[in-house]
């Protein structure tokens, strides 16, 4: 069994579509799952979620798709943040909103001897990253006590896969705004064997110049500073790290 999972669309049509191009380039796969935050940040939300309805995508739920779905009183979101989640719901209206609301927060894949968990974050919430180098207490926290042969993953934009405790983890970055200083997206395919599952990460270019376009021409409040994430292709605070 193969199975492609892709992650962190964020409205980057261009992106989601360049990975699936790719995808059929390698033979495609028996299902394609999308692990959350699909369309928020993105110059094209709506398009995005009718493409992953298109081709059939099973998908979970991000932290993103749950600030969009629910209600958006918390007083932690800075005012931008707030503006873009208000257009973010105006683009995609009321059906697309219920539908991220109706989405499940993993699905799992396989017998349970040689399962496949696909989750937003980490097992346990959809809003704090693993890191590659995670140490054994907080792997314990989220993962201690799961049962599935591999874990696949987004959430952190950097792709990676470990060992630990004889389960494979997988992030599958980003197919849409890509933060590991490499400038190409970025999705994972999983290819079930006995006794295990096996990955294989997939880096694809798409037109970033076209996508900055569109940004700036989609009416997105600060749509600048979003370019400027989309175009420094990595986390601010790993500028030390990633060149």
Not at 17 to 28: M, P, T
Request: aromatic share 6%.
């Amino acid at each position: 069994m193969r199975i492609a999972v892709l992650s962190d669309v964020h409205g980057n049509l261009l992106g989601l579509d360049a990975c699936l191009a790719d995808l059929a380039s390698q033979g495609g796969a028996e299902a394609i799952v999308v692990a959350g935050d699909l369309c928020l940040d993105g110059p094209k939300p709506k398009k995005v979620l009718q493409r992953l309805e298109e081709i059939g995508a099973a998908c979970v739920r991000g932290n993103t798709d749950r600030y969009i779905a629910e209600d958006d009183s918390d007083e932690s979101f800075e005012p931008a943040e707030r503006a873009q989640i208000a257009w973010t719901r105006r683009e995609i209206g009321e059906r697309w909103r219920s539908w991220l609301q109706a989405l499940p927060f993993a699905l799992r894949i396989g017998e349970d001897d040689n399962q496949l968990l696909i989750v937003h974050a980490n097992p346990k919430t959809d809003d704090e990253h693993l890191w590659p180098d995670a140490e054994d207490a907080v792997l314990q926290r989220f993962i201690g006590e799961e049962k599935a042969t591999a874990i696949a993953f987004g959430h952190l934009h950097l792709p990676y896969a470990r060992v630990w405790r004889g389960k494979l983890l997988v992030n599958v970055a980003s197919a849409g705004l890509p933060k590991d200083g490499d400038p190409r997206v970025c999705y994972a395919i999983l290819t079930e064997r006995d006794g295990g599952w096996q990955v294989k990460h997939r880096r694809v270019p798409f037109d970033t110049k076209r996508v900055a376009t569109q940004l700036a021409a989609c009416g997105i409040p600060e749509s600048a500073e979003l370019i400027a994430t989309l175009r420094r292709h990595r986390y601010k605070g790993l500028k030390s790290f990633i060149p």
